[in-house]
């Protein structure tokens, strides 16, 4: 053992005496616990990065599973946003295919085949049913192959039918038309709409009260009228179907214009080509229906199109008063485009007076030269020419008429020409007419229809034909110019046109007839046009004649429905009504009182027409007819005014015209307004001489005639008023 130089040292306090052992060869124990131990911290060390590369490992891997999460709810997000514009672009197509709406105030909801018309206050104005024979048929939007697109506002039902609706933006933003084509063989459109508790105008059938329509049931399995205040049982008539139009060889006897007005503010009516049957039900459903009366005979493909079978036009207002100026708004826009010949009409001052057959010659001759009757027009026989269409005055006849031509030219009295569309077999110009095809042809198309009218054979003048209608016109025109006849005016007779005849204008049914043909007069010829009978629709002004029918109603003689008539042509766009007194001249005694009755209410319409009687003879009666003449001077005045001022208004109002929302005005149909300031409540029976009158808000003064002192009443409010002595007229004008 060596020792240190310093182990001297080591003992002392700094340790540098201490002895220290230095081994010059290697323990071998010693190296094994040290390679142990190095192997121990190396398996250590491989140990923990092992660990830690498994760490690694173990964030790496939820790292992609984070990944792979947030992935899954991106793509989850993104197809979510897909499916929420699929869905919405689907529920869009849903929505405009199971229903046509107009804003929130038209729906019509296909599923159900509802339809809601509601105010812009969301308030419901009408509920109606429509494709009543449309049954579990799928349906869709209408496909425009020309267009490759969808036709707006369009429904297709698969094989069986079409409904397309238009709304009149452009015009009054109140009206929406329905137009509905077949395709099944058998369809028939048949469209239904609840009455529910609203006041309802227009007519319906023969001798029924409709102002306002009550009391009745119509429909295909009977008719019921039920008791009322006049009526103290029921009775019943079993009939198969109401058709609204006659069918010929039937006759139109009545003005049939195809408009009903509900007191809620709507209006109904029915475009003038489409033949229809009505159903009318105040009990149970109130429903009022329409059906087509025109079928699909065979099955039709979508690339045929469909059958036309039924238009019509339903207005909205805020009364009856406001839906009235929206339909005739609507109904002139059909024949807007249309070039008119400005020519004034207006109300008529004298009465008319009418040549009923060669007797009446010389009597009105004998009242006009001495003045004991004045006259506006005088209208000359219907059968003035030898043969229906010869346009010619038959001249033996023209020679009996020459002195009373003379004389109301002189009076400043007009003719009227009657004149037809109707040629016989043997008239004149029947050849000429069947060479150049201007009458209606057969059903196969094949020849000339022959018609029965008036008990005679013959044809019928094409109305949509132009080459035809300016052949007849320019035959009229020439009578027109013979200043001789005295002519101012014509008067258009009614012809019922046979449903199976076939029109140069193949679109065209046999209801356009009348109307096409009015219209083309009123266009082409400068003179006042007077209508036999009223169908459909005429854009123009023209007078029409309503007949006063004299009507039974416990024992006495009656004028009843007179008034109603009157009030339905007003509000359907016929102002000019003619109170034709014809009908008294058939009966074979008229009393003195029953004339009296009949000129009440007469002189207030714009024309009316004086038959030739007896008693015109008699000095009393003339006087009294002298009478009412000079204050109808006053009625004229006023009436001409209003005109001017509100030519597009009926003249002569129903009691409702000044305040719609009147519910007592709405149920009154004996009483009615010349324009707004005039209020007249006649007597229309004998032998009554008084009656209940309904007096309306605001002062109202009673009519002077003579010196007759005037009376002043304050309404609303109901009084009895007679016609005795001296008052002659229970009429009154409104005080401001």
């Not at 024309?607 to 000079?630: G, S």
Request: glycine share 6%; charged share 25%; hydrophobic share 40%.
């Amino acid at each position: 053992m060596f020792r240190s130089r310093n182990d001297g040292e080591k003992g002392t306090a700094g340790g540098r005496n201490k002895d220290v052992n230095i081994p010059l060869v290697r323990d071998r124990d010693s190296d094994e616990a040290a390679a142990i131990k190095r192997k121990t911290s190396s398996a250590r060390e491989s140990t923990a990065e092992v660990e830690s590369r498994d760490e690694e490992a173990v964030q790496a891997q939820e790292n992609k599973r984070r990944k792979r999460r947030i992935m899954k709810i991106a793509v989850y997000v993104m197809f979510g946003i897909i499916a929420l514009g699929v869905f919405a672009i689907w529920l869009f197509h849903k929505d405009s295919v199971e229903s046509i709406r107009f804003n929130a105030n038209f729906v019509f909801t296909v599923k159900v085949q509802t339809l809601e018309i509601k105010t812009d206050d969301q308030e419901g104005l009408l509920y109606g049913e429509l494709g009543r024979n449309i049954k579990a048929a799928p349906f869709s939007s209408c496909w425009d192959a020309d267009a490759k697109a969808y036709e707006p506002n369009c429904l297709y039902w698969k094989h069986k039918a079409y409904l397309r609706v238009s709304h009149d933006d452009n015009v009054t933003g109140s009206c929406y038309t329905l137009s509905w084509q077949g395709l099944q063989s058998g369809f028939i459109a048949e469209d239904c709409f609840y009455l529910q508790q609203y006041n309802w105008y227009g007519y319906l059938l023969p001798d029924e009260e409709f102002w306002p329509i009550q009391g009745i049931q119509v429909g295909k399995h009977g008719i019921i009228y039920e008791a009322g205040a006049a009526i103290v049982h029921l009775t019943t008539i079993q009939i198969d179907e109401v058709p609204y139009y006659s069918r010929y060889p039937e006759q139109q006897q009545v003005n049939l214009v195809p408009t009903w007005f509900g007191s809620q503010g709507i209006a109904i009516f029915v475009h003038s080509s489409y033949p229809f049957t009505i159903s009318w039900n105040n009990t149970e459903k109130r429903q009022f229906c329409i059906t087509s009366e025109l079928e699909v005979l065979e099955d039709r493909t979508e690339e045929e199109g469909g059958v036309d079978q039924l238009s019509y036009t339903i207005c909205k207002g805020k009364d009856l008063k406001d839906v009235y100026y929206n339909a005739q708004k609507h109904r002139h826009s059909w024949e807007a485009e249309l070039k008119k010949t400005p020519h004034t009409i207006e109300p008529l001052l004298w009465p008319l007076h009418a040549v009923m057959s060669r007797d009446d010659i010389v009597p009105l001759f004998a009242a006009l030269r001495s003045n004991r009757s004045r006259c506006s027009f005088l209208l000359l026989p219907e059968e003035w020419e030898t043969r229906f269409g010869d346009m010619q005055f038959d001249q033996l006849l023209l020679q009996e008429l020459r002195g009373l031509m003379s004389v109301t030219k002189e009076t400043g009295c007009g003719c009227v020409l009657p004149i037809s569309t109707f040629f016989t077999f043997n008239s004149r110009l029947f050849e000429e007419g069947i060479e150049n095809g201007y009458f209606l042809r057969d059903e196969l198309n094949l020849v000339t229809k022959m018609v029965r009218w008036r008990d005679r054979e013959g044809a019928v003048l094409d109305a949509t034909n132009p080459e035809a209608v300016h052949w007849y016109l320019d035959r009229v025109k020439l009578l027109l110019q013979n200043s001789s006849y005295n002519i101012n005016a014509l008067k258009l007779l009614h012809i019922d046109v046979p449903r199976d005849a076939n029109f140069y204008d193949g679109n065209m049914t046999f209801l356009d007839y009348s109307r096409l043909f009015y219209r083309d007069a009123s266009a082409l010829l400068n003179v006042t046009l007077i209508l036999e009978q009223a169908t459909g629709f005429v854009s123009e002004p023209v007078f029409v004649s309503l007949r006063t029918e004299i009507n039974d109603v416990h024992d006495a003689q009656c004028f009843n429905d007179t008034i109603p008539w009157a009030l339905n042509l007003g509000i359907s766009g016929y102002p000019l009504i003619i109170a034709d007194g014809s009908e008294l001249q058939k009966l074979p005694d008229v009393s003195v009182q029953l004339f009296q009755r009949w000129l009440q209410f007469a002189i207030f319409f714009p024309a009316f027409e004086i038959p030739n009687l007896p008693l015109l003879n008699n000095p009393d009666v003339v006087a009294y007819m002298n009478t009412l003449l000079n204050f109808r001077r006053e009625i004229i005045s006023y009436m001409k005014k209003q005109w001017t001022l509100e030519n597009e208004a009926p003249i002569l109002r129903s009691m409702w015209w000044r305040n719609p929302m009147d519910s007592t005005a709405q149920l009154i149909s004996d009483q009615f307004f010349v324009g707004d300031e005039l209020l007249v409540a006649p007597i229309l029976c004998h032998p009554a001489s008084e009656r209940t009158i309904y007096v309306p808000p605001g002062k109202w003064e009673t009519v002077r005639l003579d010196n007759n002192k005037t009376l002043i009443f304050d309404g609303p409010k109901t009084v009895r008023a007679s016609v005795f002595g001296a008052r002659l007229l229970i009429a009154f004008w409104a005080k401001k």
